[in-house]
């Protein structure tokens, strides 16, 4: 059964920084790409950074310089590091594994920053 957990969410206000956080089990972490999708209220979800198996990260154009992606193999984690927050960045976070056309979704966490 896969799962995936994502934690690390929280309240946070303007310009600062949370760490996200999204573990995985029932998959072979190491050849699956990780990406973290967010979902603002009433908005449709959003692609924030993608990380490949083989490491390389691509962001979404909003989140560049501020966000990072990176992943532990031998944990079976990926984390998001997101600085300088600012409240249009508030939603619910997920997490989503993907090989071959198949998505894993985990449950979200949510982020809310005030101004």
């Known amino acids: 059964q896969v799962q995936l957990v994502e934690s690390g969410g929280g309240l946070v206000q303007a310009g600062g920084s949370l760490r996200l956080s999204c573990a995985a089990s029932?998959?072979?972490?190491?050849?699956?790409?990780m990406g973290w999708y967010r979902q603002a209220p009433g908005k449709q979800r959003e692609l924030v950074s993608v990380i490949t198996s083989g490491g390389s990260p691509s962001y979404a154009d909003s989140v560049k310089g501020r966000f990072t992606i990176s992943r532990d193999n031998a944990k079976n984690t990926v984390y998001l590091q997101m600085n300088s927050l600012q409240p249009e960045d508030t939603g619910v976070y997920y997490c989503?594994?993907?090989?071959?056309?198949?998505?894993?979704w985990g449950q979200g966490t949510q982020v809310t920053v005030s101004s």
């Open positions: 029932g998959i072979i972490f190491s050849i699956h790409a």
């Open positions: 989503d594994a993907r090989r071959a056309g198949f998505n894993y």
